[in-house]
């Protein structure tokens, strides 16, 4: 019975020390990719007024602004959120029934 207790706690002990050095590797591929993904922010041109009568430089604060919130990601698109429920619901629902035994012939 020692001997099972004690292996139990080799196997134990042996696995957080796995654990701990790929928790370790991960965090360093991670900081190595982002080190590497680092850029020079590019320099922001004003555009031309757009078409709803907003000056240049509102834009260029504007987009300081969201780029300082939303960091080194990129923001792709500015909008109303559509409501996509019915498609994913109707997704599902297809899903769901081509597991109907009924539906395979």
């Known amino acids: 019975m ?3 207790v004690q292996l139990s706690l080799l196997v134990y002990g042996l696995g ?3 654990a701990l050095a790929a928790a370790v590797l991960i965090k360093f591929i ?3 990719l982002a080190w590497g993904e680092r850029k020079a922010v590019p320099a922001v041109v004003p555009a031309a007024p757009s078409s ?3 000056p240049p430089h509102h834009l ?3 987009a300081a602004a969201a780029h300082a ?3 080194a990601n990129r923001i ?3 909008g109303a959120a559509a409501g996509t429920a019915g498609w994913s619901a109707e997704g599902r629902f297809a899903h769901h029934g081509s597991h109907h035994p009924a539906t395979h012939h």
């Open 76 to 78: 792709v698109h500015i």
């Open 52 to 54: 709803a009568g907003i």
């Open 60 to 62: 260029v604060v504007i």
């Open 30 to 32: 991670v900081v190595a």
């Open 16 to 18: 957080v020390v796995i």
């Open 2 to 4: 020692n001997e099972a």
């Open 69 to 71: 919130m939303v960091g």
